[in-house]
DNA sequence: ATCCAGGCAGATG
DNA sequence: CATCTGCATGGA
């Protein structure tokens, strides 16, 4: 949950909810075993990718540079993301920081999405992100991207996401980069967390300081190849895990009695 | 005070 | 095609 995939889960019941458009599921961890209550099971077996063997996908990621980053992320799955939920989050993430807009997303949710009956809010639909103006965007502070928000869920409106599904990802990738706000980052993220695309890497300010430092094979080890996007995945909660920046200092997920939190800022992958 | 944050759009060479 | 600049906002 805490690999910036998606952003909107919450602890409880010493476990998490976490919230997929209208979906939730909880979870909860004990030793070995993890139980998941949630409201539909079809959609979360999907969603939390368990048909794939992410232990082979390890064996062929095993770079030395990748090591240490699987060795403290290799938990991580790729999430079976709502494709709505990922251009909006997306385009509210860039130029920003995680805590930030993790803030904005949730207040979206609550003022704009459907109240679910276990309390928590539901994602809003695309009929409902259509009724919100450019001024209710930017009090929510999205800044200035609230007129790519307002363009963009328009051009959402016009999509048909089976029929994107069914394209080739340099295809889709193409279609992406024409939604206002959606830049080569955000669309390959899009492309990875809501299409499932495991070959493409998103490369942002985090993952270019790390890779500058790699040799060229090794970057292109890392950002090229079939797993190049679970790759960048481990990477990137690495950055973060060394930083104790991420989302789940916002969200009180992380006990501060953790040992990393006296750890220097770091952006070594070794 | 200045810089930065999961970059992008629009203008200019 | 490659590079440059402005941009809302809050925290470090």
Same mark, same amino acid.
């Given at each position: 949950?805490?690999?910036?995939?998606?952003?909107?889960?919450?602890?409880?019941?010493?476990?998490?909810?976490?919230?997929?458009?209208?979906?939730?599921?909880?979870?909860?961890?004990?030793?070995?075993?993890?139980?998941?209550?949630?409201?539909?099971?079809?959609?979360?077996?999907?969603?939390?990718?368990?048909?794939?063997?992410?232990?082979?996908?390890?064996?062929?990621?095993?770079?030395?540079?990748?090591?240490?980053?699987?060795?403290?992320?290799?938990?991580?799955?790729?999430?079976?993301?709502?494709?709505?939920?990922?251009?909006?989050?997306?385009?509210?993430?860039?130029?920003?920081?995680?805590?930030?807009?993790? $803030?904005? /997303?949730?207040? @979206?949710? *609550?003022?704009?999405?459907?109240? !679910? #009956?276990?309390?928590?809010?539901?994602?809003?639909? &695309?009929?409902?992100?259509?009724?919100?103006?450019?001024?209710?965007?930017?009090?929510?502070?999205?800044?200035?991207?609230?007129?790519?928000?307002?363009?963009?869920? $328009?051009? /959402?409106?016009? @999509?048909? *996401?089976?029929?994107?599904?069914? !394209? #080739?990802?340099?295809?889709?990738?193409?279609?992406? &980069?024409?939604?206002?706000?959606?830049?080569?980052?955000?669309?390959?993220?899009?492309?990875?967390?809501?299409?499932?695309?495991?070959?493409?890497?998103?490369?942002?300010?985090?993952?270019?300081?790390?890779?500058?430092?790699?040799?060229?094979?090794?970057?292109?080890?890392?950002?090229?190849?079939?797993?190049?996007?679970?790759?960048?995945?481990?990477?990137?909660?690495?950055?973060?895990?060394?930083?104790?920046?991420?989302?789940?200092?916002?969200?009180?997920?992380?006990?501060?009695?953790?040992?990393?939190?006296?750890?220097?800022?770091?952006?070594?992958?070794?």
């Amino acid at each position: 949950m805490h690999s910036g995939q998606v952003f909107r889960y919450f602890p409880k019941d010493n476990g998490f909810l976490v919230i997929t458009a209208a979906h939730w599921a909880q979870i909860n961890v004990t030793g070995q075993q993890a139980i998941i209550k949630c409201s539909n099971a079809d959609y979360f077996y999907r969603y939390f990718d368990f048909d794939t063997d992410y232990q082979q996908i390890k064996t062929q990621l095993s770079f030395p540079k990748l090591q240490k980053a699987i060795a403290v992320g290799g938990g991580i799955r790729i999430l079976a993301a709502d494709f709505t939920e990922m251009v909006i989050s997306f385009i509210i993430s860039a130029n920003n920081n995680i805590k930030r807009f993790t $803030k904005t /997303l949730n207040d @979206l949710c *609550t003022q704009h999405g459907t109240r !679910l #009956p276990n309390g928590y809010y539901a994602f809003p639909t &695309l009929e409902q992100l259509a009724k919100i103006s450019v001024t209710e965007f930017k009090n929510l502070g999205c800044g200035y991207r609230d007129q790519y928000l307002v363009k963009a869920i $328009k051009q /959402l409106q016009t @999509l048909n *996401t089976d029929e994107l599904r069914a !394209l #080739p990802t340099p295809e889709l990738y193409q279609k992406l &980069l024409t939604i206002a706000g959606v830049g080569p980052k955000v669309a390959s993220c899009i492309l990875l967390f809501a299409f499932g695309r495991y070959e493409v890497a998103p490369v942002d300010t985090w993952i270019k300081k790390a890779i500058s430092q790699l040799t060229p094979e090794e970057q292109s080890q890392i950002l090229h190849g079939p797993y190049a996007g679970i790759a960048q995945q481990y990477i990137f909660y690495y950055l973060q895990h060394l930083h104790h920046e991420c989302l789940w200092w916002y969200n009180g997920l992380w006990p501060k009695s953790t040992p990393m939190q006296n750890k220097k800022p770091a952006r070594k992958l070794d």
